[in-house]
């Protein structure tokens, strides 16, 4: 049994479980840097849905992954224990499943390099705070908030260029840190940016070289004196042991890099290429929010978005294919994309442009295609079918060329079929319809004429279109006048699909 320090939560750890620790760390950042397969994470926090940016990020790393053969992880980040929740984990892991990103590692599916949410990982990072400490890369300090302010003060009042933290504790003598220690002293973890570090320098994949000015790092805190991680270091900590490569997420992140260098650099870990991608804009120019309609992925779900049209959509938002095509189907994402594709610039979201690849993908689908993904399973949940054995294969493939071509929406399809299976009882009329097409003088007759002329004809499209098209010259009437009265009578309103493939859909005992 050996002591370690209270505040890291490993009191009378066994010495053989620190050093297993230890050995993990090291064996994983080992493995990291010998191989040369990409591996990516997504790491979202658990504190809401989550948001197209999110998503983005999320389609970004999945794309790249399969188009390099790699290893896509899901990892949660849900160190904030005022705002994560686990339902808000299940409400992100629904939210990919959607999107169609399966993770090669994570929730649900386990992985070498787990546990893969960080409230489980905290033991690995104690022990790779302790091994900084160890080897004097890392250092205890005990400035109190107001010792940081009156410091940060006499910084500002001489017009000190650096005005961080002034590494008041940086020096301290260890014997005299330990002794303050066991008296119970509070203190924070810092790390050792060290003195003669030059510039730092990213090498990022989408914005190129970026240059930050080593001088203006301070020995910034690791672990805080309750005993838990800073993200700058728990996030490093997990990329580290789990390999990663690659690390894409937003420009939001780009101010972070430096020290997350830093900590890299001083657990012995190789960096990965960072490629910080541009934030999301409204129309206005402004980020994105809820001002501008919709940002979460479940809110465009349940509007009725396909799945594959939104993650298309989303993934036009900073990078193109080859700068023309806009139908990138899912396949093709995963094959092509590459970050040298992807814009610096910020993208702007369009709900237009979404609509119309939604239509597209629609408008594509084969006729059966469109029955079995839409057609039928939103029939199914309005309840005008309990399935397709009550209706022979030939009439739902009737019903679904006549129901596609005018679905922007999965529910539009309950809408377009609402007259076709309704029957003479239970058919709704529209009023305004009713007080055009049908409540003038002259109209019974009309309805009269049609109902003759249909009684004995084969009940076909082709068939109804030929009986009724005499009956405007017969009646010395115009054809829309006649046409709007059988329309009206038929489907309860003036706005419906071809009148005669209505009719063969409905019936000729109904109609």
Not at 175 to 193: H, M, N, Q, S, T
Request: with cysteine.
């Amino acid at each position: 049994v050996i002591y370690a320090d209270t505040a890291l939560h490993i009191t009378f750890a066994p010495l053989v479980l620190y050093n297993a620790w230890v050995k993990q760390l090291n064996l994983s950042m080992q493995g990291a840097s010998m191989s040369s397969d990409v591996r990516v994470r997504f790491a979202p926090s658990p504190t809401g849905k989550l948001h197209i940016g999110g998503a983005r990020t999320a389609i970004y790393n999945w794309a790249f992954a399969r188009a390099n053969g790699g290893t896509f992880i899901l990892r949660i980040d849900d160190t904030d224990p005022t705002r994560s929740t686990d339902e808000n984990t299940q409400i992100i892991l629904r939210a990919m499943r959607w999107l169609g990103l399966d993770w090669d590692e994570g929730p649900e599916v386990g992985g070498e390099h787990g546990p893969y949410a960080q409230t489980e990982r905290l033991d690995l990072y104690r022990a790779a705070a302790q091994k900084l400490w160890d080897e004097v890369r890392a250092y205890p300090c005990f400035c109190t908030p107001e010792k940081l302010a009156e410091d940060r003060a006499a910084a500002q009042a001489r017009k000190d260029p650096f005005q961080g933290y002034q590494r008041t504790c940086r020096n301290i003598d260890p014997a005299e840190a330990r002794a303050r220690i066991d008296a119970g002293e509070p203190y924070v973890l810092r790390i050792k940016v060290p003195e003669d570090r030059g510039d730092v320098v990213i090498h990022d994949a989408v914005h190129g070289e970026v240059t930050f000015n080593a001088r203006e790092l301070d020995d910034f805190v690791i672990f805080r004196s309750d005993g838990t991680p800073t993200y700058n270091f728990a996030t490093v900590v997990d990329d580290a042991m789990m390999g990663i490569t690659h690390v894409i997420r937003g420009d939001d992140h780009l101010s972070n890099t430096p020290r997350q260098v830093m900590v890299y650099e001083a657990l012995g870990a190789p960096v990965p290429t960072f490629a910080h991608i541009s934030m999301i804009l409204g129309a206005d120019g402004k980020k994105l929010s809820k001002r501008h309609g919709a940002t979460s992925v479940e809110e465009y779900r349940d509007q009725g978005y396909l799945s594959d049209a939104f993650v298309n959509y989303l993934a036009l938002l900073g990078w193109s294919l080859d700068g023309e095509t806009t139908i990138v189907p899912r396949d093709v994402l995963a094959s092509k994309f590459s970050l040298d594709h992807v814009s610096k610039n910020p993208a702007t979201f369009d709900p237009k442009k979404l609509d119309w690849i939604q239509a597209e993908y629609i408008r594509t689908m084969t006729d059966k295609e469109f029955a079995d993904k839409i057609m039928v399973p939103e029939l199914h949940e309005a309840g005008m079918i309990e399935g397709n054995l009550e209706y022979d294969e030939a009439w739902i493939d009737a019903l679904a060329a006549i129901a596609k071509p005018r679905t922007k929406f999965p529910a539009d399809v309950v809408t377009v079929a609402s007259p076709i299976f309704a029957t003479a009882e239970t058919l709704e009329y529209d009023e305004k319809s009713v007080a055009k097409g049908l409540a003038k003088e002259g109209m019974g007759t009309i309805l009269n004429e049609a109902e003759a002329a249909l009684a004995d004809v084969e009940w076909t499209p082709a068939a109804i279109d030929a009986a009724l098209e005499p009956l405007p010259e017969k009646l010395d009437l115009k054809k829309r006048i006649v046409f709007q009265a059988v329309r009206v009578a038929i489907c309860g309103n003036l706005v419906s699909p071809p009148l005669s493939d209505t009719m063969a859909l409905i019936g000729r005992e109904d109609c």
